[in-house]
């Protein structure tokens, strides 16, 4: 693509951005992206017919990096051999979940504007399901390695509520980084997001401050 193309389209969703940042999403009209963006009418209207074509623009590529990420960092918790203990765990977290906070970090402006009150709670509900279903994935390979998935077919909202707890202990901690930039350091929310995958909230309310 013309890199001129792309760098029109990158204000564009740019001045989205700082659009969702003063006001809720519902109430944005195109004129409020246009002049954020400080790009002319014309330009705007020639790759765009409204803010929802320029919203799923760019929630479909950082969506589309999120996926990669994910891939990347769940890719060697499947090579494990055997059902993973907390140690395992604790390993597999200290190695295996750089690239999904790369991607927080890179991506941090655009992903607290779309995650806030004012943005689009459906793009947060992405990541999430997306992550849920890697997890279900993995945890019935933990299964299979013992002739055992016949257990989690007996309940299988059972297993999809696990796997949502699981990913909401993964992205939790990032979601809530995002939020408290300023109070939380990238290495903290590392730990945090191990405290809340290996202990219940009961052990980490109890034990864990």
């Known amino acids: 693509m013309d890199i001129r193309i792309v760098n029109t389209k990158n204000?564009?969703?740019?001045?989205?951005?700082?659009?969702?940042?003063?006001?809720p999403l519902y109430k944005i009209k195109d004129k409020d992206i246009i002049q954020k963006a400080q790009v002319s009418s014309s330009s705007y209207y020639k790759y765009?017919?409204?803010?929802?074509?320029?919203?799923?623009?760019?929630?479909n590529s950082l969506f589309s990096e999120f996926r990669i990420a994910l891939s990347m960092d769940s890719k060697n918790w499947g090579t494990v051999n055997h059902a993973p203990s907390k140690k395992d765990i604790s390993r597999l977290i200290d190695s295996n979940i750089n690239e999904l906070i790369n991607y927080f970090n890179k991506h941090k402006d655009m992903l607290q504007s779309l995650i806030s009150e004012n943005g689009d709670p459906g793009f947060k509900n992405q990541i999430v399901g997306?992550?849920?279903?890697?997890?279900?994935?993995?945890?019935?390979?933990?299964?299979?390695?013992?002739?055992?998935?016949?257990?989690?077919?007996?309940d299988k909202l059972k297993l999809t509520l696990l796997a949502r707890r699981y990913a909401l202990s993964f992205l939790g901690p990032l979601f809530a980084w995002l939020e408290y930039t300023d109070e939380m350091t990238l290495k903290e929310t590392k730990k945090l997001m191990k405290q809340m995958i290996l202990n219940s909230p009961y052990d980490i309310s109890t034990h864990g401050f």
């Open 11 to 23: 204000r564009i969703q740019s001045g989205l951005i700082v659009a969702i940042n003063s006001m």
């Open 48 to 59: 765009y017919s409204d803010k929802s074509e320029v919203l799923r623009d760019l929630e």
């Open 130 to 154: 997306v992550t849920t279903n890697t997890v279900k994935k993995l945890i019935v390979y933990y299964f299979h390695l013992y002739n055992q998935e016949y257990i989690l077919k007996k």
